[in-house]
């Protein structure tokens, strides 16, 4: 994939959205910092090439190196800067602050770079990110952020070890922060081809179902909560069949390694084991009829390590069909996400 480093330039010190009078810097106050950001994807370190407008949240919190250390982790540091935004569209990137204390809303505009303020009583910070950006994590802070099966829930593996720590806005020159994203759902394809040149046809993913064959392990969950500090998913929902899933048009090729981009189907899952075959099966129509069901086995989800089965965080599986007269599955693939050629990393779309 192709990428670009963004960093937060150190000219201009002035956001161009203001502190609102809630923030707890007395008048005068001057004590602020740029941050300059550097942003990956934490299975290759290759800068993070947002393809379209998307964006990503940044919580700054009391570090927990003050002394005293907070009562509790990630306490707000300042309201401003509690689940700031970051939003690109190309190389073009805006950070933008919270406007309203109550709900988390931003300002409608935002600077070209991240200014971290300082306090009256001068503590440090620390800074966590996580993609998407949510508003609704304002309130509930970067432990307990909720999600649904279909977004790209990512986390900064800085979180987890505290990397970027202990940032002092009255240093009086620019600090830096380094935010690796880790995928914590898995990504399923579905690439089909047409066998014959004479049309294309529309298909429909319309159901997965969980089939819960004896010794089976599979759960499709639906949606949660994520804590960015660790890419840990819990409290989450469930059904035994999702429908709807995707939909694309195949068309015809000459090369039977080659699937047209718009012959595609792709979403999320949240990581499952497969313990069994048979637990999954995978309903397509077409025309409004059904096609032959595909139910996976266990052999089409084995890992490299030839121990692991199943839907692991951070890994694309990619199924290859043709169609003619009948479906032929014409095999499988496994890589971890990030590695993937064709792969936009695009937050919250899949």
Known sequence: MRGRVFHILSGALA??????????????????????????????????????????????????????????????????????????????????????????????????VFILFGRNDNLSADLYAYAPWKQ????????????????????????????NANLDPASGSPLTANFYFRHVMTRLIFRFRLQNDNSSVGITLSSIKNNHPAGGSVVLYTSGKFNAIDGSLYDMQYQDELTSVGSCTAFYTDDPAVYDSQSIIAFTLVPTDISVDDELTFTFTSGGHKLPPFTLKKEQVKHSDGTTYG????????????????????????????TLEEDTLIHGVI
């Open 136 to 163: 609704s994590a304002y309130s509930t802070g970067p432990t307990a952020i909720p999600f649904s099966r279909s977004e790209d829930m990512m986390y900064a593996e800085q979180n987890a070890t505290r990397a």
């Open 15 to 112: 956001l161009a959205v203001a502190c609102t009078g809630l923030d707890p810097r007395p008048t005068g106050e001057s004590a602020r910092a740029v941050v300059n950001i550097k942003a990956s994807l934490a299975e290759t370190k290759a800068p993070v090439d947002f393809g379209t407008v998307t964006e990503y949240g940044i919580f700054t919190c009391i570090s927990l190196d003050n002394d005293p250390a907070p009562a509790t982790p990630y306490e707000t540091f300042k309201p401003s800067i509690w689940n700031a935004q970051a939003r690109g569209s190309g190389s073009t990137w805006a950070y933008k602050n919270v406007a309203s204390y109550a709900t988390g809303e931003l300002y409608s505009a935002g600077g070209n």
């Open 311 to 338: 839907f692991q965080a951070g890994y694309t599986y990619t199924f290859n069909f043709t169609l003619d007269n009948y479906v032929r599955f014409d095999g499988f693939n496994i890589q971890e996400w990030g």
